[in-house]
């Protein structure tokens, strides 16, 4: 027994933590527990299945409309009347529950929730896969089904196994042209695309502390690549700043594991033996480093997404393009993730510099990374994204081949038509 | 047990799939704009995994595949679309968290066993309650573990709709 009630126990993972604040009780791994959420969320890809559970199990509003959030992200702006009418379906609900609503054009869910909602120690429950993103924060994001998410909007609660926690130790300093997200693509490689099934991933070590925000997000939002449930941060002086910086202070809370905490595994790396990596079709496992791959022929570069859409991503491939074009045997779609990461790239000129490079800039939202709106390749085509997700067909057409990587990269990539490494022009 | 009307145990037909088969092959992004309307989604189920899949599938069929069956997204598109394509169950050495999650939720046995001398076509037949998988065309059988107790109550009320529908609460 690692726990014993009515004694003071320390030897929690974040998971664990997380979780037994909520409950209110000592729980541990293992254990299924019925719990509070604080925030649930549907987009325009499972919210109208989302809405009609709610009707088919008679359940007229939500139990905390002020804890649930409408957000429409993926087909933005709609293509078509049908997705019109859906996504319409979605407004007069949120409206007619008073719940909070987030407009197409105001940015991807996962972006949406760090911006405005997601805190250490909340449980927030999406209908995204990618709702771990929000595990950078310390709060407990993770994605289930329409009608999982509906049960809790209907409810205000859930159930939950309390996950096992593989720990991922990155220490060192990541080299010039490698990024958070060449450390989760090499991450993954190791543990395979379902090393983390049923289990919470924790990140730590020195390279993590030192990491921004964004790249933390990067690191979280990918979790769900390896099978994982909930991919873990610490709380920390940059959570607090970013909190404050959203106007969100005083939900900063600190929150990191115990010194006994138990792992099934910890997996230690050295920041500065990470290279630019790559995922090639159609596994997010399928890993080699940029310098094994260059020269690859690539017809289309998308940077853009809940990995690796934010302003800071923009300035890092708006640098390495500044007064270069695209390759005309290629083609450049850049999408901010929010609303906010556009004006900011338009404030402070990113958005001239991809523009004058001859990167096509779309709406902030998912963009080309589902497969179902603007820039699906074609037949034969390679696209490199800076986006989670390779698999068959993912991009919309399953006679391409997807490739993922940094947007450093990416940009490279876009200037020589061929998958280059992002050192050669730093 | 009573599932569509069928009782368990009863012989079908194995559609074999392989390893790693995502809800992009399940059901693919291009077809966003069917999700509301799943009679004209399902008729895409697992496109992009065996494009004959949904045109030749035969209510009661079992879905049999490899290790990390349903992994990435978590559209329950995915789950319900099997589930309405008439498949009996899915069996594979291992699922994805979310696609497990959602199947049991819609109702759609979701069976872990080793699926390696299953093939393509063998006529098989499984009962829940007893945990056994038998390989009729071959002649062996396979023990599987049972679903979670957790969320047995919630298939054995046909998905988490009727649960709730019945207990107005989760009493897991």
């Known amino acids: 027994m690692r726990h014993q009630i009515g004694k003071l126990i320390l030897n929690k993972t974040l998971s664990e933590k997380i979780l037994s604040r909520k409950v209110g009780k000592d729980v541990s791994a293992g254990e299924i527990i019925v719990t509070d959420v604080d925030y649930m969320f549907a987009h325009d890809a499972s919210g109208p299945l989302t809405i009609d559970q709610l009707r088919t199990m008679g359940i007229q509003k939500p139990a905390y409309p002020d804890k649930t959030i409408i957000i429409i992200d993926h087909a933005v702006p709609s293509p078509n009347k049908t997705i019109s009418n859906n996504q319409e379906k979605l407004r007069k609900w949120a409206i007619k529950t008073g719940s909070r ?39 407990f994001g993770t994605g289930m089904g329409a009608t999982d998410v509906a049960v809790a909007i209907g409810l205000g609660k859930t159930w ?114 990470i290279e630019p990596t790559i995922a090639f079709p159609d596994t997010v496992d399928n890993i080699k480093t940029v310098s094994e791959a260059a020269g690859t022929e690539i017809q289309e570069v998308f940077i853009g997404s809940c990995t690796n859409g934010r302003i800071e991503d923009l300035r890092i491939a708006a640098d390495i393009l500044k007064g270069k074009k695209v390759n005309p045997n290629t083609k450049l779609i850049v999408t901010p993730a929010s609303r906010e990461t556009l004006l900011l790239a338009v404030q402070d000129l990113t958005l001239q510099t991809l523009i004058e490079s001859g990167a096509t800039v779309t709406p902030p939202g998912c963009g080309v990374c589902f497969g179902a709106l603007g820039g699906v390749p074609a037949d034969g085509d390679r696209i490199l994204t800076t986006s989670n997700r390779n698999f068959k067909g993912r991009t919309g057409n399953p006679l391409s081949g997807t490739y993922l990587a940094s947007p450093a990269t990416a940009a490279v990539t876009a200037i020589k038509g061929e998958i280059a490494d992002p050192r050669e022009m730093l | ?75 329950e598109h995915a789950a319900i679309m099997i ?43 499984i009962d829940l309650e ?43």
């Open chain 2, 83 to 125: 589930k309405m394509s008439g498949a009996g169950a899915v069996v594979a050495k291992s699922f994805a968290r979310i696609f497990y999650r959602n199947a049991i939720n819609v109702g759609l046995p979701a069976i872990i066993c080793n699926t390696d001398k299953i093939a393509d076509k063998d006529q098989l037949s």
């Open chain 2, 1 to 75: 047990m009573n599932m569509e009307g069928k009782t368990w145990p009863f012989i079908s037909t194995a559609w074999k799939f392989g390893d790693s088969i995502s809800t992009d092959h399940i059901s693919p992004g291009r077809y966003f704009h069917l999700r509301t309307n799943l009679p004209e989604l399902t008729k895409h189920t697992l496109e992009d995994a065996r494009e004959e899949y949904a045109s030749n599938v035969k209510s009661g069929d079992f879905v049999v595949a490899g290790r990390n069956f349903g992994m990435g997204s978590s559209r």
């Open chain 1, 101 to 139: 609503f987030s407009e197409a054009g105001r940015g991807i869910c996962h972006q949406v929730l760090a911006e405005d909602y997601a805190s250490p120690g909340q449980i927030i429950l999406g209908t995204d896969s990618h709702t771990v993103t929000a595990g950078a924060l310390a709060a």
């Open chain 1, 160 to 273: 939950l196994r309390v996950p096992e926690t593989i720990m991922i130790k990155l220490d060192g300093d990541l080299p010039t042209g490698v990024y958070s997200k060449d450390a989760m693509l090499t991450f993954i490689g190791k543990l395979t695309m379902e090393g983390a099934t049923y289990k919470a991933l924790e990140f730590s070590g020195s390279a993590i502390n030192n990491m921004r925000m964004d790249e933390r997000l990067t690191l979280s939002n990918m979790a769900v690549e390896a099978g994982a449930k909930v991919g873990l941060i610490s709380s920390d002086e940059t959570t607090k700043k970013y909190l404050e910086s959203r106007g969100r202070g005083e939900f900063f809370q600190k929150i990191m594991p115990d010194k006994k905490a138990e792992y099934t595994e910890t997996l230690k790396f050295d920041a500065s033996e």
């Open chain 2, 130 to 172: 007893l945990g056994k998988l038998k390989n009729e065309t071959k002649g062996f059988e396979l023990t599987f573990s049972p679903i979670p107790k957790e969320m047995m109550k919630i298939l054995s009320e046909g998905g988490l709709v009727p649960y709730i529908k019945k207990y107005g609460d989760l009493k897991l």
